[in-house]
Structure formats: structure tokens, C-alpha cells
């Protein structure tokens, strides 16, 4: 009997926030993006269990960003056009 099991890197989920802000890597001011990558253990391929949960902003032009605390996400949810 075989067990395939591994790691599961799903795309990002992005979103576009309200909030203006000027980037130092591109020199450009846009509205930046909200991102939440999760990374999951899997089960012959399927994703099952969200062993880490990672929240980015970013700027949409040079995709440069930092890192955000979960609370910041969710605050910039609130700011964000569908």
C-alpha cells in the first residue's frame, strides 16, 4: 500500500485595497494588494490541513512588498474593492 503525502503551495489569494502608498523599490504610488498564502499538508494531492498561513502587501506594479501580521490583513480587508 502506498501513502502519498507532501506539502501543498496554493496560489496567493489577492486582493486590491484602497490604500494608496508609494513603493521605494519601483518609485511608483498605487494601490497595493493584499495577499494570504497558505501552505497545507496533502494527501495524494489533495490539500487538507493549513500548517502556515503567511499575509503579504504588495505593489501590484514590481510585486515588492513586506510582510503583514493577520490583524493588518483583515483591517485592510475592510479596504478592499471586490
Not at 502506498?2 to 523599490?25: M, Q, S, W
Not at 494531492?45 to 499575509?55: E, S
Amino acid at each position: 500500500m502506498f501513502v502519498i503525502f507532501g506539502l501543498d503551495d496554493a496560489k496567493p489569494e489577492i486582493f486590491t485595497t484602497r490604500t494608496e502608498k508609494y513603493c521605494n523599490h519601483c518609485h511608483n504610488t498605487s494601490f497595493w494588494q493584499a495577499a494570504k498564502h497558505q501552505s497545507r499538508i496533502s494527501l495524494f494531492f489533495i490539500p487538507l490541513i493549513p500548517i502556515k498561513t503567511k499575509y503579504y502587501f504588495l505593489c501590484p506594479i514590481c510585486k515588492n512588498g513586506e510582510e503583514i501580521s493577520q490583524d493588518y490583513f483583515y483591517q485592510l480587508n475592510n479596504n478592499i474593492d471586490d
